[in-house]
Nanobody, 126 residues
Framework: QLQLVESGGGLVQPGGSLRLSCAAS????????IGWFRQAPGKEREGISC????????DYADSVKGRFTISRDNAKNTVYLQMTSLKPEDTAVYYC???????????????????WGQGTQVTVSS
C-alpha cells in the first residue's frame, strides 16, 4: 500500500526557512510523480510544485516561484520542499501526494492525485 508521511512543518518568523519532507513507504518514490500542495483555512487546496519520475520539476504557484524548491533523494525515498523567504500568506497545511500509476506525470490539480499524506502545518508569524 502506498503511504506518504510529511514532516518538517512548524512555526517560523517571516523571512525564515523550512524544509518539508515527504517520506514514502510501500513503493519506490523515484518512479512516481510526487506533488506538493497546500491548503489555507477557508481556501481551496492548491498545487505548489511537482517532480516527475524523470526528475523534471514544475512550479505551479506564482506566489512561491523563486522561493520554494522541490527535490528528491532516491536513497532516502524522500521528496523535499525547501521553503525560503517565508511570508504570513504561506501559512497553510502542506501535503504531498502521488498518482495511481507510474505512467502519469505532473499535474497542478489536486483531484488528479490518488494518495495523500496526512499533512504538516506551516505557520508563518512573528
Amino acid at each position: 500500500q502506498l503511504q506518504l508521511v510529511e514532516s518538517g512543518g512548524g512555526l517560523v518568523q517571516p523571512g525564515g526557512s523550512l524544509r518539508l519532507s515527504c517520506a514514502a513507504s510501500g513503493f519506490a518514490l523515484n518512479i512516481y510523480t510526487i506533488g506538493w500542495f497546500r491548503q489555507a483555512p477557508g481556501k481551496e487546496r492548491e498545487g505548489i510544485s511537482c517532480i516527475s519520475r524523470s526528475g523534471s520539476r514544475f512550479d505551479y504557484a506564482d506566489s512561491v516561484k523563486g522561493r520554494f524548491t522541490i527535490s528528491r533523494d532516491n536513497a532516502k525515498n524522500t521528496v523535499y520542499l525547501q521553503m525560503t523567504s517565508l511570508k504570513p500568506e504561506d501559512t497553510a497545511v502542506y501535503y504531498c501526494a502521488t498518482r495511481r500509476s507510474v505512467l502519469l506525470g505532473c499535474s497542478a490539480l489536486p483531484k488528479e492525485y490518488d494518495y495523500w499524506g496526512q499533512g504538516t502545518q506551516v505557520t508563518v508569524s512573528s
